[in-house]
């Protein structure tokens, strides 16, 4: 590998035309190593132009590589659909490099590459049969006659016509019209001239066919393959939000019967029990959220669970008989057990649960630090960071 100062370095940047650092830097490396064209990635491609092109392989000595890079690079940047581009990048980077396949490869490079021209031109004849008929031209006899006049109106408004932003580039659809008209095409060649599968003019567009119907193949399967995450994503989003809104609502539940208890007469052993039950469904609550994975809403409602365990302690504490240690014990070794569960699963651990397993070291510690403890626990897993280093030991 050459070493060479700064300032060649930073004046060869600037001659590319790179804009960004990390562009400036893949392209170096590609520069530098001496790739094969098929050995530069899609997303590096993406940041050339055709004067990297022509630095990686001149034209003049290098002339099959710099072919092969220029087509790529039409690949990467023909359309405005992310996943047509990537199908015909990797049908490129897979090509056998036969003739036949480079043929068709440059067929589709000069649809791409003079796409808006080839818009101007269908939006110019158009736009000339409607002047014709506007102003009740009429072109009889034979051709020689009137094609002059025809041609120079053409010309006028092919000059006037300014092709629409939206459609300066083909789409995924354009495209696969273009296949269906060479198809066509082709049948009906195949059709007038009797060809048969022997003749070489028969195999070709066979081939051809076969070549341009594999692409639309390959895009179908990639969008379908796209949509289906995006519904699954969608899915498991509306079934989260059903487990947040049923929480809730047992938390809502949970504070109108305090509320009620508080305002009515019921015996102490009655309201004991309402009591039990309504912690019993609390701590299912909690297990519930924990378990299917945690969106930033679900973690600040786990916030919220604390807030109330928190209360239900200082509650206790004012004097409260109706709420014991072991009910308060019961619903902190549930989440610690839960966070214990999900940050084996976040750092790949395979999990095997025992009734019996020590989640936190909860021994000789208050409730109030264990729950600090969880807390910490929550704001590094919102954070992205390891919760390991957080232990009893770090709050004594």
């Known amino acids: ?89 990797d049908k490129e980077i897979q090509s056998d490099d036969s003739e036949f396949t480079q043929r068709t490869s440059q067929m589709l490079n000069i649809i791409m590459e003079h796409w808006e021209m080839i818009e101007q031109f269908n939006l110019a004849l158009q736009k000339t049969d409607e002047y014709i008929k506007e102003h009740g031209i009429k072109f009889e006899g034979h051709p020689d006659k009137w094609i002059g006049e025809y041609s120079r ?23 696969f019209q273009v296949f269906e008209y060479n198809k066509q095409g082709a049948q009906s060649l195949i059709e007038y001239y009797n060809y048969t599968p022997a003749d070489k003019q028969y195999q070709y567009m066979q081939s051809m066919i076969s070549y341009e119907e594999s692409i639309k193949h390959e895009y179908d399967k990639r969008v379908k393959e796209k949509n289906s995450i995006l519904a699954s994503y969608t899915n498991n989003n509306q079934a989260t939000q059903n487990k947040i809104t049923q929480a809730q609502e047992a938390k809502d539940e949970q504070e109108r019967i305090e509320k009620q208890s508080t305002t009515t007469k019921a015996s102490k052993d009655e309201a004991e029990e309402e009591s039990k039950t309504n912690l019993k469904r609390l701590m299912e609550d909690i297990r519930s959220v924990l378990r299917t994975g945690f969106t930033v809403s679900e973690l600040e409602y786990i916030e919220k669970l604390i807030d109330e365990i928190k209360k239900l302690i200082r509650e206790k504490e004012e004097g409260n008989d109706k709420i014991s240690d072991s009910d308060i014990e019961k619903l902190i070794q549930a989440i610690e057990k839960e966070i214990l569960v999900l940050e084996k699963k976040l750092n790949g651990v395979v999990i095997i649960e025992k009734d019996d397993e020590a989640s936190f070291n909860q021994n000789n510690t208050s409730f109030e630090v264990r729950l600090d403890i969880i ?22």
């Open 153 to 175: 109106i053409n010309s006028q408004i092919m000059k006037e016509t300014v092709v629409p932003e939206n459609q300066k580039t083909i789409s995924a659809e354009e495209l």
């Open 1 to 89: 590998m050459q070493v060479i100062n700064t300032v060649t370095t930073y004046k060869t940047q600037q001659a590319i035309g790179l804009k960004q650092t990390e562009a400036t830097a893949r392209f170096d490396i590609a520069y530098y190593a001496k790739k094969d064209p098929k050995d530069i990635s899609y997303d590096e491609y993406k940041t050339f132009t055709k004067d990297n092109i022509e630095q990686l392989y001149p034209q003049d000595i290098m002339p099959k590589e710099n072919e092969k890079a220029n087509s790529l690079l039409i690949k990467v940047t023909g359309t405005d659909d992310e996943i047509l581009n990537k199908v015909l990048f």
């Open 375 to 396: 807390q910490k626990k929550l704001d590094n897993m919102r954070n992205g960071k390891d919760t390991r280093s957080i232990s009893k030991t770090e709050d004594d």
